[in-house]
């Protein structure tokens, strides 16, 4: 099996990224790699690393170097983060035991987005089984890579911003350090009635919320299938009956007091801040 795709992939795939970008169609360099080199019929080759991958990993810090440790259900990392790793990921990631016969690509971008948010931000990717205790449904990956085209969040990060800025809620900066928790309580089947069996918990839904058009905000409501999808249940290890609550969190991350005080302004400046990019439609 090929270490990395023939020179003719490479070619035919730096066109096409180039045309996808004047387009403002963002996709990682390595995704359009492996779609050409199926669409001609080369070599499956991306399922070993890549050159520069092993050569990283070669030249990686030592062990003793811990990586960081993202928990279950935790945010990816924000921008700022990524910018004081200097685009370097060395980061352990828990992964479902059902998504692990997922092929590359999918769990390429799997992990892309627990670590970034992002599906195709990270390239070179690498990783690795570890020994860290997420339970039973979890395999722990050492994940390690590095961020696609730093200098488009670079210029996000080292923007200029005044403390006006960061008390307008229709700039960025307002959201940077902000996040929409919902409530989620877990409930099993008794009598054919659903019944709490554990204190209620938060958990983070902000991407979740910005995913969401301006129109599906104003309709959230509590205990309803518009808060119920902000939160998987199968992530927290929940298969029985639950509800969610999340109206007040979002109203507090754009401290309006009704839904509908919400402006597209607001919304797009918040998915700005989170490097939000893909919405449901």
């Not at 992939?9 to 360099?29: P, T, W």
């Not at 892309?112 to 449904?137: K, N, Q, V």
């Not at 902000?178 to 709490?196: C, G, L, P, S």
């Not at 969401?212 to 309803?224: A, M, N």
């Amino acid at each position: 099996m090929q270490r990395e795709a023939t020179q003719q992939v490479k070619e035919i795939a730096q066109s096409i990224g180039k045309n996808l970008r004047s387009k403002g169609v963002r996709v990682a360099h390595s995704q359009v790699l492996h779609a050409v080199s199926a669409a001609i019929g080369e070599t499956d080759w991306h399922c070993l690393r890549s050159k520069e991958a092993e050569k990283r990993a070669e030249t990686a810090p030592a062990a003793h170097l811990e990586p960081v440790i993202m928990e279950l259900g935790q945010a990816p990392l924000t921008l700022g983060q990524l910018k004081a790793r200097e685009w370097q990921v060395d980061v352990v990631v828990p992964v479902a035991v059902s998504q692990m016969s997922a092929s590359i690509d999918v769990l390429n971008d799997l992990l892309s987005s627990a670590i970034t948010g992002e599906a195709a931000m990270l390239e070179d990717i690498a990783f690795e089984a570890y020994s860290h205790p997420y339970g039973s449904s979890y395999v722990a990956l050492r994940v390690t890579a590095r961020v696609g085209e730093p200098e488009h969040w670079q210029e996000l990060v080292s923007e200029a911003v005044t403390q006006a800025d960061k008390e307008n809620p229709e700039h960025w900066a307002f959201y940077v350090d902000r996040k929409v928790e919902a409530t989620f309580q877990r409930q099993a089947w008794v009598n054919d009635y659903a019944v709490d069996t554990q204190p209620s918990e938060k958990v983070d839904v902000t991407r979740e919320v910005l995913r969401h058009s301006l129109e599906k905000l104003c309709e959230t409501k509590d205990h309803d299938y518009s808060t119920d999808y902000l939160v998987d249940p199968a992530a927290l290890e929940h298969s029985g009956p639950f509800y969610v609550e999340a109206e007040c969190a979002v109203m507090d991350f754009f401290e309006v007091e009704v839904l509908c005080a919400i402006t597209q302004a607001m919304l797009d400046a918040a998915r700005k801040a989170h490097h939000v990019t893909r919405f449901y439609s």
